[in-house]
């Protein structure tokens, strides 16, 4: 009886067949330069007024000086929140109703 080593082969120098074996199946391919179709139609975007309401609405984060923590995650959201702005105003898509 030959031992297996730790490289998948036989104490002989022979590779185990193992009856698992990969299947060849591959992914369709995907042509990526394909007509996407209609694009929809663009919806002004309204100037949002708190930001960091839903990340508050989760509490504190569970580390060691959460409140700290939750003015930097704040701070990000705001900043987030400024710049997709700021973006939207360059593309002339800010609501004006609002």
Known sequence: MSQQHGNGQHGNGQKRHDKRRRSNNKPQAIDVWRNPGEMPEVRPI?????????LRSLGDPPVGNGTAAAHYFNAVVERAAAVALALAVSADLLDSDA
Request: glycine fraction near 12%.
């Open 46 to 54: 309204a100037d949002p007024t708190d930001v960091g309401a839903l």
